[in-house]
């Protein structure tokens, strides 16, 4: 069964631009390792900069492999070039009722095809 999730990350000083490019590409690299399913993710920027992902991997032993894929970890050190990971808690808006952020472009196939 897949589990859903929500990342969040707050881009280093100057590397906003590149924490949104990594963020267009994070869940398709995923998919094509088989790790993600074909779920349309989400994409987000607070008003301070904080970015949100919201996706899904196909299972809990999809999540426990990826720190031992090379690939994965790679990637995940080009994240750390970039950004801090924060708690949900942290975002602007976290304690409103209904929190609106600013939509980001994400790779990945139309709304609505989950397999």
């Given amino acids: 069964m897949g589990r ?5 990350f707050r881009p280093l000083p100057g590397k906003a631009d590149a924490l949104r490019a990594l963020t267009e590409t ?5 998919r094509d390792l088989g790790l993600a399913t074909s779920r349309s993710g989400i994409a987000m920027e ?8 919201v996706f899904e991997w196909v299972s809990e032993e999809a999540i426990a492999s990826a720190h031992e894929n090379a690939e994965v970890r790679a990637m995940w050190a080009e994240y ?6 924060i708690p949900m808690s942290e975002l602007a808006g976290a304690g409103d009722l ?3 952020y600013t939509p980001l472009p994400t790779v990945g196939p139309p709304l609505g095809r989950v397999g």
Avoid: K, M, N, S
Avoid at 4 to 8: Q, T
Avoid at 46 to 53: C, L, N, R, S
């Fill in 46 to 53: 607070t008003a301070d900069g904080d970015v949100v992902e």
């Fill in 98 to 100: 209904f929190p609106d």
């Fill in 26 to 30: 994070h869940v398709q690299r995923l």
């Fill in 80 to 85: 750390e070039q970039c950004c801090t990971y």
């Fill in 4 to 8: 859903v999730v929500i990342a969040c």
